[in-house]
């Protein structure tokens, strides 16, 4: 395959336009809202009733799904939205 075979990624990948990385930083903030919703919700259900677990399997698990979401957090809202 050559390279004009990838000229569609080529141009979102790299671009330097400023329409089409404003279009790249909306696609990346609601991809990433919408993990940060899920991780929010499976952390409440998990927490919904005390000494059940449903979704997660232990405390690392909850506290792996803790720290990413906060991750995803920090970038969603401190990093792409106050550009």
Same mark, same amino acid.
């Given at each position: 395959?050559?390279?004009? $075979?990838? &000229? ?5 990948? *790299? &671009?330097?336009?400023?329409? $089409?990385?404003?279009? =790249? @930083? =909306?696609?990346?903030?609601?991809? *990433?809202?919408?993990? $940060?919703?899920?991780? &929010? *919700? ?5 927490? &919904?009733?005390?000494?059940?677990? @449903?979704?997660?399997?232990? @405390? ?17 809202? @401190?990093? =792409?939205? =106050?550009?």
């Amino acid at each position: 395959m050559c390279i004009a $075979d990838y &000229s569609f990624i080529k141009r979102w990948v *790299f &671009s330097v336009n400023h329409k $089409d990385i404003g279009i =790249l @930083y =909306l696609i990346f903030g609601c991809f *990433f809202r919408i993990i $940060d919703t899920l991780l &929010s *919700f499976f952390m409440r259900f998990e927490l &919904s009733i005390p000494g059940e677990t @449903y979704i997660l399997f232990n @405390y690392l698990s909850y506290n792996y799904f803790f720290i990413n979401k906060k991750i995803i957090t920090y970038f969603h809202l @401190y990093k =792409l939205h =106050l550009v």
